[in-house]
């Protein structure tokens, strides 16, 4: 890779390397500001959310299904350990969460533009079991037209043709399975095995039942090397899946942390992972794979584009954050209080921050950057009644400086390179919102502190 002089002022300004940076998190992450919600206080505060997106004719919906067979070292949404009276009691709850919502008429006059189910492994439920949640979405809310319905999928779990025959027969449409690298020494370091032949079977089957696929990879693994990163990029190639997402290895997971404590020689230096980072962006952008930074429209990854244009995100189960242009909120994350909430009738949402002018105005710009054509300066002129250009002034100066943004009278977007490391512009991003408000305040790890109970093999 040769360094230029835009890419060596990244690496040395902004780039987080492996420590300090907070994974792939399209979003504005700004817990400080977190507020208790009591039981008491829910009825209340759904009004306030009803209010929220009175004028929005399309939400994204997420379900969390955080179960898992075993752990990989390098996850970091720490998942429970599937089984079966846990999952389906968990199940009713969710179902009687979809329920309430409807119930409080959140869904009236509004359809559906995007479903996920993430985790943990939502393959981990039967596809029984998934067709009872979507059943429940399609009686509780009008499904929009061509309405993109994903699924997370492990691939061990879905290595059956019938299986994936049946997810599309239920209405899923896109499946997104992880896969992070194929080389087998560092998926053992992982706890994980995958094959490119299982995965290039997985591809094909899918498409032969219209099924689109995304496949998670990640650089930045126990042991990873440049040449075994190439090599993952060339058998990606002839599978050819219909969207790639590239994330780096956020080092939160007290198993990995363990194992580079037993062996150092595995963690990958900053400067490897900054040209890993470089390597994969660039085949993933001569090959058209969208991403975050590089967005163009909803075809590759239809729910994180609209969460980009800012569409409502109301996410159901334990542990789910969820936004609305002025309110961020989070389920209890304790499966437990989740699952007794709602047994007694309440929507277990458990803290809140209602977003300030100023947060809001940071989470616009940094969702519009992860789009291709930008933020819209004169769309954000309307919203706010500011001037994007003024407001961000600090701080679009120095994200120029370092040869990441451009900007015209229209709109502020990424350049090249700056859409290449655009976890390490988010962050600055937030960083600059932080400081905004307080010097003191320090961005935190997004997955850090909060772990459930650890799964065993
Ligand atoms: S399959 Fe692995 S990476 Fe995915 S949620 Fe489970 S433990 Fe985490």
């Known amino acids: 890779m040769e360094l230029t002089a835009t890419l060596s002022k990244i ?3 902004l780039f987080y390397g492996s420590s ?3 994974k792939n998190q399209p979003d504005l992450f700004v817990p400080h500001h977190f507020k208790m ?12 959310l009803k209010e929220s997106i009175k004028d929005e004719q399309e939400i994204l919906l997420y379900f969390h299904l955080p179960f898992c067979f075993s752990e990989c070292f390098f996850c970091n949404s720490f998942p429970l350990k599937v089984d079966k009276e846990i999952q389906q009691n968990y199940l009713q709850h969710l179902l009687k969460e979809i329920e309430f919502f409807s119930e409080y008429g959140l869904f009236e006059g509004k359809k559906a533009k995007c479903i996920y189910f993430g985790g943990g492994t939502p393959t981990s439920f039967s596809n029984g079991d998934l067709k009872l949640v979507i059943d429940k979405i399609r009686s509780s809310i009008e499904l929009s037209e061509n309405c993109n319905i994903t699924s997370e999928a492990h691939p061990l779990t879905i290595s059956s043709e019938k299986r994936i025959a049946e997810l599309a027969e239920i209405g899923i449409n896109r499946i997104s399975i992880g896969c992070q690298t194929f080389d087998p020494e560092i998926l053992i370091h992982c706890n994980r095995s995958n094959t490119p032949a299982q995965i290039q079977q997985i591809v094909t089957t899918a498409q032969k039942h219209g099924l689109a696929i995304n496949i998670d990879m990640m650089t930045g693994l126990p042991g990873q090397t440049i040449a075994s990163v190439r090599t993952d990029l060339e058998i990606l190639e002839k599978i050819r899946p219909n969207a790639v ?9 007290p198993l990995v942390v363990k194992l580079y404590k037993a062996r150092p020689d595995l963690i990958v230096e900053d400067d490897t992972l900054f040209e890993m980072v470089y390597i994969t962006q660039e085949w993933m952008e001569n090959l058209g794979y969208e991403q975050n930074g590089r967005f163009s429209d909803d ?7 609209h969460w980009l244009n800012e569409m409502p995100i109301i996410a159901f189960g334990s542990r789910t954050r969820s936004y ?6 989070d389920k209890h994350e304790d499966l437990s209080t989740y699952n007794r909430m709602i047994g007694k009738g309440i929507l277990p949402i458990g803290r809140y921050i209602p977003l300030t002018k100023r947060e809001r105005m940071y989470r616009t710009l940094m969702l519009g ?3 291709k054509s930008g933020l819209d300066t004169n769309h954000f002129q309307g919203m706010y009644g500011e001037c994007a250009l003024d407001v961000f002034g600090q701080l679009l100066a120095k994200l120029s400086d370092f040869g990441c943004i451009t900007q015209d009278s229209d709109s502020i977007r990424l350049t090249r390179y700056g859409a290449y490391f ?8 937030i960083d600059a919102a932080l400081k905004d408000e307080s010097v003191d305040l320090v961005r935190g790890s997004h997955s850090g502190g909060h772990r459930y109970p650890a799964v065993t093999q």
């Open 245 to 253: 997402e590239y994330i780096r290895h956020e080092i939160v997971n």
């Open 422 to 429: 655009v976890e390490d512009v988010c962050d600055a991003v």
């Open 369 to 371: 950057l992860q789009l």
């Open 37 to 48: 919600l009591a039981p008491s206080q829910v009825d209340s505060f759904v009004e306030t």
């Open 324 to 329: 609305t242009k002025t309110i961020c909120y």
């Open 11 to 13: 690496r040395n300004e």
């Open 299 to 305: 075809k590759q990854w239809g729910y994180r584009y």
């Open 20 to 22: 300090n940076y907070t």
